[in-house]
Nanobody
Framework: VQLQASGGGLVQPGGSLRLSCAVS????????MGWYRQAPGKQRELVAR???????NYANSVKGRFTISRDNAENTVYLQMNSLKPEDTAVYYC??????????WGQGTLVTVSS
């Protein structure tokens, strides 16, 4: 199983980052996908999701700033993050949606928004 997120880093408030996630074909080809994040001391939350057909949905906290997309040929899901805020600081993960307790989580990527 591959769920390899990348693209995180340190960015100033108002800046942008683009996250990528390489996904095993066995997962990607039959599931809606989501980006999740977990901030220090908080529970993991769903940030955005995209169906196999490309329909999207966003958490209110990121609506209008983040864009999720998927490349079905490359088994990759992306998260374009603009107008970043300090409260966006978290480890970001991709996984299928919906997700069940006990499902495998791959390596996330740390996003730090700070001046």
């Amino acid at each position: 199983v591959q769920l390899q997120a990348s693209g995180g880093g340190l960015v100033q408030p108002g800046g942008s980052l683009r996250l990528s996630c390489a996904v095993s074909g066995s997962i990607f080809s039959i599931n809606a996908m989501g980006w999740y994040r977990q901030a220090p001391g908080k529970q993991r939350e769903l940030v955005a999701r995209i169906t196999m057909g490309g329909s999207t949905n966003y958490a209110n906290s990121v609506k209008g700033r983040f864009t999720i997309s998927r490349d079905n040929a490359e088994n990759t899901v992306y998260l374009q993050m603009n107008s970043l805020k300090p409260e966006d600081t978290a480890v970001y993960y991709c996984n299928k949606w919906p997700i069940a307790a006990g499902n495998y989580w791959g390596q996330g990527t740390l996003v730090t928004v700070s001046s």
